[in-house]
Antibody, heavy 120, light 113 residues
C-alpha cells in the first residue's frame, strides 16, 4: 500500500533552518510528484511546492520562494524539503503528499506530518 | 491565486441527518482538455493527516462510503454527507488543483449535535 513516512518532530530557533524528509513506498516513485503542504495551528492547509519524482522539475509557491528548497532521491524513493530563516510563524505541521501523477496535480496520499516548532 | 471560500465554518448535525458543505472558487477550475473540474474534497480527522474523499468535483475515491457525495460546476461546489455517522466527525477541506499554487478552503468542522 502507498506509504509516506516522514522524519520526526523538530524544535528550532528563529533564523535557523529545518530539513524534513519523506520516504515513499508502495508505488513507483518516479511516476509521481511530491507536494509539500503545511498547516499552522488553527490555519488552513497551505501548499508550499511540488517536485517531480523522476526529474528536477519543481514548482514553488511564491510565498516561500527563496527560503524553501525541495529535493528528491529517486533511487531511494525519498524527498526532502528545507526551510531556512525560520520565524515563529513557520511553526506548523509539515506534510509531504503524493501527486496522483507526474504533474503538479491532485494530491492523493499524505504523510503523517512533521511538527516543526520555532521558538527562542 | 485562486481563493477558495468554504461555508459554514462549522456545522453540528444529528447522527443520521444530512450535512452540506459549500465551497466557492474565485475563478473557474474547469479543465477543458479532460472536461473535469479540478476540485477535490479532503477529510481530516483529529490528529490525523488529510484523506482524499472526492476528486474531479464529484468522483468518490475507492473505499469512500457512498453517503459522501459531491457536485458543482463553474465556481460553486458542494459536499454532502447524506446520513452523518459518528466516524464522520472531522474537518472537511475543498481544494483546487487547476493551477499553482494549489489552494485550500478554510475548512468546515463537522460535529454531532
Amino acid at each position: 500500500q502507498v506509504q509516506l513516512v516522514q522524519s520526526g518532530a523538530e524544535v528550532k530557533k528563529p533564523g535557523a533552518s529545518v530539513k524534513v524528509s519523506c520516504k515513499a513506498s508502495g508505488f513507483t516513485f518516479s511516476d509521481h510528484g511530491v507536494h509539500w503542504v503545511r498547516q499552522a495551528p488553527g490555519q488552513r492547509l497551505e501548499w508550499m511546492g511540488w517536485i517531480n519524482g523522476g526529474s528536477d522539475n519543481t514548482k514553488y509557491s511564491q510565498k516561500f520562494q527563496g527560503r524553501f528548497t525541495m529535493t528528491r532521491d529517486t533511487s531511494a524513493s525519498s524527498a526532502s524539503m528545507e526551510l531556512s530563516s525560520l520565524r515563529s510563524e513557520d511553526t506548523a505541521v509539515y506534510y509531504c503528499a503524493r501527486g496522483q501523477d507526474s504533474g503538479a496535480s491532485l494530491i492523493d496520499y499524505w504523510g503523517q506530518g512533521t511538527l516543526v516548532t520555532v521558538s527562542s | 491565486d485562486i481563493v477558495m471560500t468554504q461555508s459554514p465554518d462549522s456545522l453540528a448535525v444529528s447522527l443520521g441527518e444530512r450535512a452540506t458543505i459549500n465551497c466557492k472558487s474565485s475563478q473557474s477550475v474547469f479543465y477543458s482538455p479532460s472536461d473535469v473540474h479540478h476540485l477535490a474534497w479532503y477529510q481530516q480527522k483529529p490528529g490525523q493527516s488529510p484523506k482524499l474523499l472526492i476528486h474531479g468535483a464529484s468522483t468518490r475515491e475507492s473505499g469512500v462510503p457512498d453517503r459522501f457525495s459531491a457536485s458543482g460546476s463553474g465556481t460553486d461546489f458542494t459536499l454532502t454527507i447524506s446520513s452523518l455517522q459518528a466516524e464522520d466527525v472531522a474537518v472537511y477541506y475543498c481544494q483546487q488543483y487547476y493551477n499553482s499554487p494549489l489552494t485550500f478552503g478554510g475548512g468546515t468542522k463537522v460535529e454531532t449535535k
